[in-house]
């Protein structure tokens, strides 16, 4: 019996011993495991944590961006004679913008995908369609003056300026061209939507340099990344004049032109007044030459009233 018990104990130094070795755990009871529940817990060791960056909103994607590709269809944009066309230049840097803010997670919506026509008011319709989007609008400038090049950015609300800020910001970094600057300005697809809207003029086709650069398409390509980054960092924009080091973008002073009188405009404005002003005329000439039979008539008549007399 002794031999037995001995024997017993043996085993269970040996089975103590290889959990000390190799790290097995000891056997569990019941008093232990409410030693250990009525044990004192440590106090929780405080981490440190760090502010999370604020993430571009275009990260999420349930922002919506409407791009809409001006002119297009027998809108062929620019002025007369003009070798690029503008619309063709427009819908390609749309296109390629659709695909790089889609990669940002956005939902795109295009005023038009193809060489079409869309009137002015359905352009406006599609971007008020969607309350919580934002507009980009992509043109390429135009003038009879050769010489005329740069880039410059358009917005008409106080709620676009970041956006227009942002985007010019970017676009006019990357390109070689002049930095004509943000211009506030009453555009009817800018004065009309109800959402952030900003007009894009990516250059002018009317200069040779410039024309080359957008005939371009690893040029047209850079413009399109360009818009897309300040799309996705509009949210960044400050009025802090220098890019500090948490990447804010700053707000850009802008011109406001809401008073402009475009030239075009004027000119249309200078024949219909012309034009109402040759119609007065001929009424004019109408009444005199109405009249003047009746003077006619009344000096017979006194005349042949004096014979009477």
Same mark, same amino acid.
């Given at each position: 019996?002794?031999?037995?018990?001995?024997? *017993?104990?043996?085993?269970?130094?040996?089975?103590?011993?290889?959990?000390?070795?190799?790290? /097995?755990?000891? !056997?569990?009871?019941?008093?232990?495991?409410?030693?250990?529940?009525?044990?004192?817990?440590?106090?929780?060791?405080?981490?440190?944590?760090?502010? !999370?960056?604020?993430?571009?909103?275009?990260?999420?994607?349930?922002?919506?961006?409407?791009?809409?590709?001006?002119?297009?269809?027998?809108?062929?944009?620019?002025?007369?004679?003009?070798?690029? !066309?503008?619309?063709?230049?427009?819908?390609?840097?749309?296109?390629?913008?659709?695909? *790089? /803010?889609?990669?940002?997670?956005?939902?795109?919506?295009?005023?038009? #995908?193809?060489?079409?026509?869309?009137?002015?008011?359905?352009?406006?319709?599609?971007?008020?369609?969607?309350?919580? &989007? *934002?507009?980009?609008?992509?043109?390429?400038?135009?003038?009879?003056?050769?010489?005329?090049?740069?880039?410059?950015?358009?917005?008409?609300?106080?709620?676009?300026?970041?956006? &227009?800020?942002?985007?010019?910001?970017?676009?006019?970094?990357? &390109? !070689?061209?002049?930095?004509?600057?943000?211009?506030?300005?009453?555009?009817?697809? /800018?004065?009309?939507?109800?959402?952030?809207?900003?007009?894009?003029?990516?250059?002018?086709?009317?200069?040779?340099?410039?024309?080359?650069?957008?005939?371009?398409?690893?040029?047209?390509?850079?413009?399109? #990344?360009? *818009?897309?980054?300040?799309?996705?960092?509009?949210?960044?924009?400050?009025?802090?004049?220098?890019?500090?080091?948490?990447?804010?973008?700053?707000?850009?002073?802008?011109?406001?032109?809401?008073?402009?009188?475009?030239? #075009?405009?004027?000119?249309?404005?200078?024949?219909?007044?012309?034009?109402?002003?040759?119609?007065?005329?001929?009424?004019?000439?109408?009444?005199?030459?109405?009249?003047?039979?009746?003077?006619?008539?009344?000096?017979?008549?006194?005349?042949?009233?004096?014979?009477?007399?």
């Amino acid at each position: 019996m002794r031999r037995y018990s001995f024997s *017993i104990n043996l085993l269970l130094a040996a089975f103590f011993l290889d959990s000390t070795l190799y790290g /097995l755990p000891a !056997p569990n009871t019941l008093n232990d495991r409410e030693h250990r529940a009525s044990a004192p817990t440590a106090a929780p060791r405080t981490q440190t944590t760090t502010r !999370p960056a604020v993430g571009p909103e275009g990260s999420r994607p349930s922002t919506t961006v409407v791009i809409d590709a001006g002119h297009g269809g027998v809108d062929r944009g620019g002025i007369p004679r003009q070798r690029v !066309p503008e619309s063709m230049m427009n819908l390609d840097v749309a296109q390629r913008l659709k695909v *790089i /803010l889609q990669s940002y997670g956005y939902h795109v919506v295009m005023t038009r #995908d193809s060489d079409v026509f869309i009137p002015l008011g359905t352009r406006v319709a599609i971007a008020n369609s969607y309350p919580n &989007a *934002i507009f980009v609008c992509i043109h390429f400038n135009a003038t009879p003056r050769s010489s005329a090049s740069g880039i410059e950015t358009y917005f008409y609300s106080t709620q676009s300026l970041p956006l &227009a800020s942002a985007i010019h910001y970017y676009v006019a970094g990357g &390109a !070689p061209s002049a930095n004509r600057g943000v211009r506030r300005r009453g555009f009817y697809v /800018l004065r009309n939507t109800r959402i952030p809207a900003v007009l894009v003029e990516c250059g002018f086709l009317t200069n040779p340099t410039e024309a080359q650069y957008a005939q371009n398409s690893a040029y047209r390509q850079k413009l399109a #990344d360009e *818009i897309g980054r300040g799309v996705r960092e509009r949210t960044m924009v400050s009025s802090s004049r220098y890019v500090n080091d948490g990447g804010t973008v700053p707000l850009q002073p802008f011109i406001d032109q809401t008073h402009y009188r475009d030239p #075009d405009l004027s000119r249309k404005r200078k024949r219909k007044s012309s034009k109402s002003s040759s119609s007065k005329r001929k009424k004019s000439t109408d009444s005199d030459s109405d009249s003047t039979p009746s003077k006619k008539r009344k000096k017979k008549k006194s005349s042949s009233g004096s014979t009477e007399e």
